[in-house]
């Protein structure tokens, strides 16, 4: 096969836009498309999908694309396109993704893959069953960051890892004086919006990817801002959770406490940062930094409040380099699909994870509501047999 046809669903939003079209397929596109094991070389083919056919028409120009509709069931019977990809509102999502594994397509989505933990792992199942290979974006593992501090774990750098602290969050504007940088459905829960159901998918894939998987959560959010301005300049009521303030138990013992804000104002390096102490050494990783401290260069801070402390902790710290070059983690993560359905090359981020995500946000909210800590079971598709018995 020398092309493969990728319908591109909701790429006019902003995710399927600047990261899926722009980033990703048009970047491999111009690289002459996606490098396989052999040598060979299989063009991407994109065809843009939305609701809005002007606009739709529009990118089709703008990027030289020829083909482009708002006819999705036309675009999922016909066999010139062998992936469905899904950039949707999240609302939407499910009843689309259902309608591409009844087609038989591959397919590939952004997070959450599902409303409910439920409503998921019915889509893994059912993807199972069809036999057809299946994605979901987990683009913060490919950030430089964190594939650094990938490295670290696995060079042994961290001796026994203790404890994760993350911080993600940013000033995400009323809306009233400035417009808002993110869409308002986000801050509407009857939308699909709130931070835990954006945020705790990633967490559930950073942790269990890179320390081990989540056996507990114990969350609190808030809605701090509880009044907003939409993109047309209406106020609106914003009943989603803006802030979330949670910990969770790993499996091996580690810690990891993360707060998610959209009502923080930044004083860090990055967005995003994460402290890991070991008991050989520490790092503090952000989407493209990260640096060190050894156990052997670590100071010895004594306690007084009687004097101010001159030393200057900011300085105890290595960097620690890329030694490689590190491309946009949404373009990285799209090759080894493309791969995975092109030569069954490995892909574990399937819609299992995608439902694992869609577990620790639902248990998330389920921990705020009842003030608790909330044990996850861990995640399994029903065995066939099961599923046949029942049926019987
Ligand atoms: N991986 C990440 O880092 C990341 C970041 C932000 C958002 N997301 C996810 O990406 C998805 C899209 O988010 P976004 O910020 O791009 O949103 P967006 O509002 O910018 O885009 C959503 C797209 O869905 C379309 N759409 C809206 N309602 C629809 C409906 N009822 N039927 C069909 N299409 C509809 C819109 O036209 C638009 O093309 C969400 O599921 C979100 O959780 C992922």
């Given at each position: 096969m020398s092309s493969i046809g990728i319908i591109m669903n909701g790429v006019s939003g902003r995710m399927g836009y600047r990261q899926h079209l722009l980033r990703s397929i048009l970047a491999i596109r111009e690289q002459g498309g996606v490098l396989l094991s052999d040598g060979s070389r299989v063009q991407v083919v994109p065809l843009l999908v939305g609701r809005d056919e002007a606009k739709l028409a529009e990118l089709a120009r703008r990027h030289d694309i020829a083909d482009y509709t708002t006819d999705l069931d036309a675009a999922l019977a016909d066999d010139r396109w062998q992936i469905y990809a899904d950039f949707l509102v999240t609302k939407a999502r499910s009843v689309a993704i259902r309608k591409a594994i009844a087609a038989g397509k591959a397919i590939y989505t952004e997070k959450p893959t599902a409303e409910s933990f439920e409503e998921a792992l019915e889509l893994a199942q059912l993807a199972e069953e069809a036999g057809v290979k299946n994605g979901v974006v987990h683009d913060k593992l490919y950030l430089p960051g964190l594939r650094k501090l990938k490295r670290l774990i696995d060079s042994g750098f961290f001796g026994r890892i203790l404890s994760v602290r993350g911080e993600f969050g940013y000033w995400v504007f009323e809306g009233d004086w400035q417009a808002a940088q993110r869409p308002s459905w986000n801050y509407r829960s009857e939308d699909g919006g709130g931070i835990i159901v954006d945020m705790f998918p990633h967490w559930s894939y950073v942790l269990e990817n890179?320390?081990?998987?989540?056996?507990s959560v114990y969350a609190q959010a808030a809605t701090e801002i509880p009044e907003r301005v939409d993109e047309r300049g209406r106020p609106y009521a914003a009943t989603a959770d803006d802030a979330a303030y949670a910990i969770f138990q790993l499996e091996g013992g580690i810690t990891a406490q993360l707060n998610s804000g959209w009502t923080t104002r930044v004083n860090r390096d990055e967005l995003v940062e994460f402290q890991v102490d070991g008991t050989h050494g520490s790092a503090v990783v952000g989407l493209f930094g990260c640096k060190i401290q050894p156990r052997n260069a670590t100071p010895k801070p004594v306690w007084n409040p009687d004097l101010a402390d001159e030393h200057d902790y900011a300085a105890d710290w290595i960097d620690s380099p890329a030694n490689e070059v590190f491309e946009n983690g949404f373009k990285t993560q799209w090759e080894e699909f493309l791969r995975h359905v092109l030569e069954d090359a490995p892909h574990p981020y399937d819609f299992l994870a995608g439902a694992r995500g869609v577990q620790l946000a639902e248990q998330g909210l389920i921990s705020c509501r009842d003030g608790r800590r909330v044990l996850l079971p861990e995640v399994a598709l029903p065995q066939a047999d099961a599923l046949a018995g029942a049926a019987r």
């Open positions: 890179l320390f081990g998987r989540v056996q």
